[in-house]
């Protein structure tokens, strides 16, 4: 394949690339181009040639090549000849790389190819060499125009910290990008910030600016850079901040250093000179303590978790901070209130953890937080409305439905919007998709009361369906996929039956999600003792000890449920549930927050058989309450299970208070149901509830056929 062919190759897989970075390409999304500090997503994916992205506001037209040059190489920005940006790269390093990540059997460019790269990029570093050399004239002229401004003091900078980190203005400032393109923009006052002797931040220092004047009051030129720079070369206390007035503010006190990264999109470069700075350091001196103050909206959160990530793989020492509490920012405190600003600083440098701030900002926050309901009523009853943050245990004998029961969960949750990881490590991927349609197919036979029209998870992966199938029941299983098909991409399924993966690989997996995309999944793990040992010489027992301990940590480090499942000792397998059944589970017992233990009803009994138990189209389970630390302990849910159908029945939710059902109650000899069944249908991604009298008595019916008729199962 020539090289034309595979450059078109890969540029079709911009799509892939841009679902890969968390982006949709439906809709606008923030710029990639790290010198853009989009405050609104301007970046859009061109549909009419499916090969660029295009940002309205900065003017980047980039395909896949730039992408990849500035995501993973680390490519920094100059101006082509009309003023652009574009990221300046060897091509044939993005080429390289290109085709490894898209497995495309292709040989790498040779020394011709490189030749035409090369002109190109003489040609930008020839237009970035004219903005450099205007860019240093400009900061110098600005410097000595300092005096003409009062902008800097009104934010509570002094003339001698202005002075000492090169500030400067210009009464008349335009953009000399825009004049090399050929434009012609508007003069505004400017407060000049130095980033580097090429490069500055020119900040509008009118009063009351227009909706399109605040859309360029903060513009950067020449090539990105951190904000004192310098001040990481040290061993000291240095804040982490976006914005380089919130850094002067901080110097401003003399508490401690602070750098600014200029945009939250700024955290690979700001990696890039730590690294370089640790790797002037030997036998691990370089030992600076870092502040992480970032705003507090979305995308302050995910550059601090990417902050934290990259320093954490550094083995340098972070914290995650406050600082302007009650306040906008930080320069708003210091303006506000200096000395309280500054013990604010001295405090959080003298006690970073600040853990009585932390538990007072928690429960503030935790005002907000939602129950996550399960679909269940009892169950939810029982846990305060649902799931929160902690470690949950769902355990039980093999066989007996705990991944059919975490499946329901996850798939009700998933479908009234919210993100689900589901680790599968003893069913593979297209296993657990095919339950969940199996079930869909179950309530839906139940309306038309046709249990023939019901299928069974075997059934459907056999295929053949056109011969095997009647038009009633090829009807219904489409209709199944399609309500399957309008939430399933909100249950992300990890296939680990082949690839098993250890308890830091799913760390890892969560925390890369919780950074690309900002959610908080709920993440369930099935199952706990086949998980992949981090220490192979390790006993089992200590090893998924290990495993529990990293799922506590994971559930507190996002604020998120952490589902897992785990067998029983075989002891337990002709006894009730109880603590003891957990005995091989590393310490579940004592990490989780809560723990529930699955039983066949009679479980224990002396004429117990649990094999004729298991073997019961409908099984009567119980679900117990072992432990729930901020609730109901010992409780004992009933649920009716149908095993060929993938479906659990809370038949706690009676009729009580619904006018319109029948008066009619099961017979619990044949369905082995404790109570009058209040049955949840799923229809169409939306749950209803089965409030008229006509669906009630077809469940009812569905109900009592299955147990006389043959149901098509194969």
Not at 161 to 172: I, R
Not at 330 to 347: C, G, I, M, P
Not at 508 to 527: A, N, Q, S
Not at 592 to 616: C, M, N, P, R, Y
Request: with cysteine.
């Amino acid at each position: 394949m020539s090289n034309s062919k595979v450059k078109d190759q890969i540029k079709q897989q911009l799509p892939d690339f841009l679902n890969g970075q968390g982006i949709s390409i439906d809709k606008p999304f923030t710029c990639l181009n790290p010198e853009h500090d989009d405050k609104k997503p301007s970046m859009s994916f061109d549909k009419k040639d499916g090969k660029h992205v295009h940002c309205f506001g900065c003017g980047a037209y980039w395909d896949i090549f730039d992408l990849i040059a500035v995501t993973k190489l680390h490519a920094q920005i100059v101006a082509d000849n009309q003023g652009k940006p574009v990221p300046n790269f060897n091509f044939a390093d993005a080429y390289s790389l290109a085709i490894k990540m898209y497995g495309i059997n292709a040989e790498p460019l040779t020394t011709s190819n490189k030749t035409e790269q090369n002109q190109v990029k003489n040609e930008q570093l020839g237009m970035q060499s004219k903005v450099n050399e205007i860019n240093q004239k400009l900061v110098a002229t600005a410097q000595s125009n300092l005096q003409n401004t009062d902008y800097f003091s009104k934010r509570g900078i002094s003339l001698e910290t202005a002075k000492a980190y090169g500030l400067g203005y210009s009464s008349e400032w335009v953009s000399p990008k825009a004049i090399l393109n050929g434009a012609k923009p508007e003069a505004s006052p400017r407060l000049i910030i130095p980033t580097s002797n090429t490069s500055y931040i020119a900040r509008d220092v009118r009063n009351d600016l227009t909706e399109a004047e605040q859309k360029y009051a903060k513009m950067k030129e020449g090539q990105v850079h951190i904000f004192n720079e310098q001040a990481l070369s040290k061993n000291q206390p240095i804040f982490i901040v976006e914005g380089e007035i919130d850094a002067l503010s901080i110097i401003e006190t003399g508490v401690a250093q602070a750098v600014a990264l200029g945009s939250t999109s700024n955290v690979n470069l700001f990696a890039k000179c730590v690294s370089q700075q640790q790797n002037q350091f030997k036998n691990n001196d370089y030992q600076p303590t870092f502040l992480i103050a970032m705003d507090n909206d979305s995308a302050g959160q995910l550059a601090t978790n990417r902050l934290t990530n990259t320093l954490n793989k550094l083995h340098l020492t972070n914290y995650d901070v406050q600082i302007a509490r009650g306040h906008k920012d930080a320069n708003e405190a210091l303006v506000a209130n200096r000395k309280e600003f500054e013990d604010e600083l001295a405090q959080t440098v003298k006690d970073p953890n600040n853990y009585l701030q932390g538990l007072l900002d928690y429960i503030n926050n935790s005002q907000d937080v939602q129950a996550i309901p399960t679909g269940f009523d009892n169950l939810d009853k029982v846990l305060d409305g649902g799931l929160y943050e902690g470690l949950y245990g769902i355990g039980a004998i093999s066989s007996l439905g705990k991944t059919t029961f975490a499946l329901q969960i996850a798939d009700y949750i998933a479908m009234n919007g919210r993100p689900v990881m589901y680790f599968a490590l003893e069913m593979g991927r297209y296993e657990l998709m095919t339950k969940s349609i199996s079930r869909h197919t179950f309530m839906n036979a139940s309306i038309d009361h046709k249990p023939e029209l019901a299928q069974t998870t075997r059934s459907i992966l056999k295929g053949k369906w056109q011969k095997r199938y009647s038009k009633a029941q090829l009807a219904n299983v489409t209709k199944s996929i399609e309500q399957y098909g309008d939430y399933y991409s909100n249950v992300v399924i990890h296939d680990g039956t082949e690839a098993r993966p250890k308890i830091s690989d799913i760390q890892k997996v969560v925390d890369d999600y919780v950074l690309r995309t900002g959610e908080r999944p709920v993440v369930i793990i099935d199952y706990l003792q086949i998980l992949k040992p981090e220490e192979p010489s390790a006993t089992d027992k200590a090893n998924v000890t290990t495993s529990v301990n990293a799922m506590k940590k994971l559930a507190t480090k996002h604020h998120i449920p952490v589902i897992t499942i785990s067998s029983f000792n075989r002891d337990s397998y002709n006894t009730k549930v109880s603590m003891k059944s957990f005995k091989e589970s590393g310490d579940i017992e004592y990490s989780s927050d809560v723990l529930i233990g699955l039983q066949l009803t009679g479980t224990g009994d002396e004429d117990f058989d649990v094999d004729h138990a298991k073997a019961q189209e409908c099984r009567e389970i119980q679900a117990v309450i072992l432990k729930n630390r901020n609730g109901q302990t010992g409780d004992t849910l009933d649920f009716a299970y149908y095993p060929m159908f993938n479906f659990y029945l809370d038949p706690e939710a009676s009729l009580k208070g619904n006018s319109e059902a029948p008066k009619t109650t099961i017979d619990t000899a044949t369905l082995k149901v404790n109570a009058a069944i209040h049955c949840r249908l799923w229809t169409v991604g939306k749950l209803h509830q089965l409030k008229t009298a006509s669906i009630y008595i077809g469940i009812l019916k569905l109900l009592k056929l299955l147990t006389k008729c043959s149901i098509r199962r194969y």
